[in-house]
């Protein structure tokens, strides 16, 4: 018996696998089309290529940005695995508004190429635009696109997305309160270039709301002897890959992450974990801010916060609401105000860029 080929959909026009590279290489060389819409057709191409593999980009958020090859078969698998978890099928409608030239957008294509998907897209921008009365199954943003879309008071119109995948980076305490009162599925996602996007996901809304994040099927986790978390997803090739992230597993297997070891601040001979008192002190700023260490002769680290943009509030201000939350250990020692924060293309703030500020 001859295997059955896949259909292919694209904004609700079903395509056969010749149609759609047909279609794929005419835009390609067509000009009225931008850049952004072209890599999705090019990426469409290389997946139907006789290599076994595509070459990505790392984010670069924590160091120099470098191509690495994934093969197309753990792609596949890690495609699949996404569309049992979120009970995706057959003309499910996929929204991609990430660029395609990072590892987060070509995997929506895989997702909706493997899963015959309808895919939908838009150019990628920080509040990308939709259709209001159109129904999607699955949404991929980076959190610097949803804070853009929560500050432009369009929370409600994210309920058009059954299932909201939100990756890359933490999201604001702030943030998540917001989120939660939403009647659709919101879910924050772990995991890397390296592991193919997501190897674990949280519902950060509903009954289902955790703050632990749940493995997907066949992915092992465990703590390595600095207690980071070490993942084994033997499907697609990940053998005892020890993250930079401090974790803290349960009786269940779930995980939450602490923050990273190469953030954390050593002041006075003790360890400081940026993460932990950002998640204590969101309510105080209402702009973008972080906390990092700088060399400080007589602590070895002193705790500084950067805050973005200008505030209502004046320094002096904000130190005194903090004393109110933080103990004197952990209280920053200097507030510094940076116009506009750097960030890599997929919107991950480079912290390590402020390190002789």
């Not at 659709?184 to 950060?204: F, Q, V």
């Not at 207690?227 to 005892?240: D, E, Q, V």
Request: net charge positive; charged share 25%; with cysteine.
């Amino acid at each position: 018996m001859s295997k059955v080929e896949n259909s292919y959909y694209l904004f609700g026009h079903k395509l056969s696998k010749k149609s759609l590279l047909s279609l794929a290489k005419s835009k390609i060389n067509e000009d009225s089309i931008g850049d952004w819409e072209k890599d999705i057709f090019r990426f469409i191409v290389e997946w139907f290529d006789n290599n076994d593999f595509i070459k990505v980009k790392t984010s670069g958020s924590t160091g120099n940005p470098k191509t690495i090859s994934l093969k197309k078969k753990y792609m596949l698998i890690s495609a699949k695995a996404t569309l049992d978890f979120l009970r995706l099928g057959k003309k499910d409608k996929a929204f991609l508004c990430l660029p395609a030239n990072y590892i987060a957008g070509k995997m929506m294509i895989v997702r909706a190429l493997t899963g015959e998907l309808d895919l939908h897209y838009v150019q990628p921008s920080l509040n990308p635009e939709y259709r209001q009365n159109e129904e999607f199954k699955l949404l991929a943003v980076v959190p610097s696109m949803l804070s853009t879309i929560l500050n432009s008071e369009k929370i409600r119109e994210l309920e058009g997305f059954e299932n909201i995948l939100i990756g890359g980076s933490e999201i604001s305490a702030k943030e998540e309160e917001q989120l939660a009162v939403l009647n659709n599925k919101i879910w924050h996602t772990y995991g890397m270039t390296e592991t193919i996007t997501h190897i674990a996901l949280r519902r950060i809304n509903g009954k289902e709301r955790s703050e632990w994040f749940t493995p997907l099927a066949d992915v092992q986790i465990s703590a390595s002897k600095e207690n980071t978390l070490m993942i084994n997803y033997n499907n697609i090739g990940a053998f005892n890959l020890v993250t930079n992230d401090l974790a803290e597993i349960n009786d269940n297997g779930n995980f939450k992450i602490l923050g990273r070891t190469d953030n954390v601040i050593i002041s006075g001979g003790l360890k400081i974990h940026p993460e932990i008192l950002e998640k204590k002190i969101t309510e105080i700023l209402e702009n973008n801010f972080f906390i990092y260490g700088l060399s400080n002769e007589k602590l070895g680290q002193k705790v500084v916060l950067f805050v973005e943009g200008k505030t209502a509030k004046t320094n002096p201000k904000i130190l005194m609401e903090l004393t109110q939350i933080l103990t004197n250990l952990e209280m920053p020692k200097e507030i510094i105000r940076v116009r506009q924060f750097e960030r890599t293309n997929s919107g991950k703030l480079i912290r390590k860029n402020y390190l002789l500020t």
